[in-house]
Structure formats: structure tokens, C-alpha cells
């Protein structure tokens, strides 16, 4: 495709030679016939030694390139959209049963529904329109999966599970496993004991929701852990038993959420954050990457960092202080020379 009729699609403007477009790129990846983008003026030095044929830039960069620009309002935004153009089409699922799998008589499932091989279905369970249910997967009894959700291969939802509509659950999602709920003490004679909870609940998953690879989310001890609409998760986070997100938020790689902890719309959980049990965060916080919140934030503070988590002006104090402490010293040790020589 010709830059010229790439960035007319994108609405842009071109600016240099009508190169042929053939891939998408990052800047230092990037090779002849790769479209690729920058946004933050930081990062001109990977402009200026990319081998990309073009890039995007915004209306205001006047910082050059060596290759053709695709001027346009939001870079990173036209990037997206032009890499839906180059990227190989998805399998299509075609409706049907595969004849590998196992399936109860008494599951219901909806019109022009997808199941691939070797994926079990419980009885009892529920299968909306137009899902698609890939291989190897496991939905136990009594689950319910919403219409146009697409849960890929190897996913494990037990029983009692409920999954929205248009959700997609990636591969190795593990729903509904029991939560870490113990008792122990000690007998009479004094030995230890440990005594599991049973774990009663359910998981819910509203709407829309994402979840990424090797995730788990526990089932309540009693109730429902809820994931509520449009949340975005990424891999390999874990969510404990009877923990509620209203909604709209997101949570990046190695978070952990603990037991009973209900988290406001609109809250982005940064990598490898960890966030106690029992406690609330507000609507619209940020908790920032392996910052550690062991207690509740009322929203007054919209983004916190460090443990205990804090504000950034707190966090940023106090990380300066021993910087500033061995500036003073030998500012101080300088000055005593000074005065010591007259």
C-alpha cells in the first residue's frame, strides 16, 4: 500500500516520497517497507536512526525524520488502526460442535455457537449466541458463558461461573478455583491443625471484560467475586476470593488482589502492585508498579506509590532525602576545607 493512500485512510498527511508500505514496526525494529510511530518528543534520537520507510508523527513535531511522516492527531491511535490493516485475518470459527468433544445433554447452547476439540461442558451449563469456545477447555457445571464471548484454548471455569457477553478469556485463564481460606490451632493434645474453609461463591465476570494468560480468579467463600464491566486484565494476575471491581479499570501484569478487597471504577493497578485483603480503593486511584496498599484509599490521593503505598510528593521526599543528605555532607566537608586553609 502507498503512504499516500495509507494516510489519506488514517487521515493524515504525508510528507516526503509515496514509499510502499507493507508491515507495521517499532522504531528500532523497524526495516524498509515498516510503518512505524513516535508520540513523545524524548524518544527523536529513535526517530532519527530508524530504518523505517515512514512514521507517524503528530501535526506538531518539527524535530524531522529520515524517512517519509504521516502527519496525524494521535499517533499511537493510527499505528493501532494501521496495524489492523497489515496483520494476517484471525481463524474464522465457523459455527459447529467438534466430535471430540464432550458435551452433557442438558446443556444449553445458543445459535451458530463454536466448540473445539477435547473441550468439556458440564451439565447444566449455558452457552450463548455466536460464543466461541476453543480447544481443550473445561466449563463446569451450572456455568454460564454470555453471547459473542470467545474463550480460548485451555481455559478452566468451575462450576457456578458466569462470563458476560463479548468477553474474551486468553489462554490459561483459571475462573472460579478455590480462594485461600484456612483455620488452624491446636487440639487438646497440642498438636497443629489446619482446617479448610469451603469456599461456597461463585466468580462473576461482567460485560466486555479481558483477561489475560494465566490469570486466576478465586471463587467466593460465600456470594460472588465480581469483575464488573469493560475491566481490562492482563496475565498473570491474581485476584482472591469475594474480591469486587466495579468496573472500567485495569489491572497490569503480577498485581495481586487480596481476599474481600473492592476496588472503584475507573482504577488502573500497575504491575506487580499488591493490595491487602479487606480494604477499599476508590474510584479513579492508581496504584503505581510493586507499590504495596495495606490499607484503604478514600480517592484524595489519586496516585500512589511505594510501601506502605504514599503520594507521589511523599514517595518522591522521601526517596530524595538520603540523595540530598550526602550533597549536604560533603557540601559541609568542602566548606570546613575552605575554612580550615584560611
Known amino acids: 500500500m502507498k503512504a499516500s493512500e495509507l494516510a489519506k485512510i488514517l487521515g493524515g498527511t504525508l510528507e516526503g516520497e509515496d ?3 507493507v508491515a507495521c514496526g517499532g522504531l528500532e525494529e523497524a526495516r524498509k517497507g515498516d510503518l ?28 524531522g525524520a529520515p524517512c517519509s511522516i504521516i502527519r496525524v492527531d494521535d ?27 464432550v458435551i452433557d445433554p442438558s446443556v444449553t447452547l445458543g445459535a451458530d455457537v463454536f466448540v473445539g476439540p477435547w473441550t468439556v461442558i458440564e451439565k447444566g451449563a449455558q452457552i450463548g449466541d455466536g460464543a466461541v469456545i476453543e480447544a481443550q477447555v473445561f466449563i463446569g457445571e451450572g456455568s ?28 490459561g ?21 489446619i482446617e479448610k474453609i469451603p469456599q461456597l461463591g461463585i466468580v462473576e465476570i461482567g460485560d466486555g471484560v479481558e483477561i489475560g494468560s494465566n490469570t486466576t480468579i478465586d471463587r ?35 498485581s495481586g488482589i487480596a481476599g474481600s ?3 472503584g471504577y475507573g482504577c488502573l493497578i500497575w504491575a506487580q502492585a499488591g493490595i491487602s485483603g479487606h480494604i477499599k480503593i476508590a474510584d479513579g486511584v492508581q496504584v ?24 507521589m510528593k511523599e514517595f518522591g521526599g522521601r526517596t530524595l532525602l538520603p540523595k540530598m543528605f550526602a550533597k549536604l555532607k560533603a557540601d559541609v566537608k568542602d566548606l570546613k576545607v575552605r575554612v580550615d586553609s584560611k
Open 220 to 254: 467466593a467463600r460465600i456470594g460472588r467475586t465480581y469483575i464488573g464491566p469493560m475491566t481490562k486484565i492482563d496475565n498473570l494476575v491474581q485476584i482472591g476470593h469475594n474480591v469486587k471491581v466495579k468496573g472500567y479499570s485495569g489491572l497490569i501484569a503480577q
Open 36 to 63: 512505524s510511530f513516535c508520540k513523545d518528543p524524548k524518544h527523536v534520537k529513535l526517530v532519527a536512526s530508524t530504518a523505517a520507510s515512514a512514521v507517524l508523527l503528530t501535526k506538531e513535531w518539527t524535530l
Open 75 to 101: 499517533p499511537n491511535q493510527a499505528c493501532m488502526a494501521a496495524a489492523k490493516i497489515f496483520a494476517p485475518p484471525e481463524p474464522v470459527r465457523k459455527a459447529g460442535i467438534h466430535p471430540t468433544a
Open 19 to 21: 514509499v510502499e508500505i
Open 288 to 311: 503505581g508498579p510493586q507499590a504495596g496498599v495495606p490499607q484503604s484509599l478514600d480517592g484524595s490521593v489519586k496516585y500512589v506509590l511505594g510501601t506502605p503505598a504514599e503520594s
Open 173 to 193: 485463564v483459571r475462573l472460579g478455583g478455590d480462594g485461600y481460606g484456612f483455620n488452624n490451632g491446636r487440639r487438646e493434645d497440642g498438636s497443629i491443625f
Open 261 to 263: 478487597t473492592e476496588i
Open 144 to 171: 454460564k458463558v454470555g453471547a459473542r464471548t470467545h474463550i480460548y484454548p485451555q481455559v478452566t471455569l468451575r462450576e457456578g461461573t458466569i462470563v458476560g457477553r463479548e468477553c474474551i478469556i486468553h489462554s
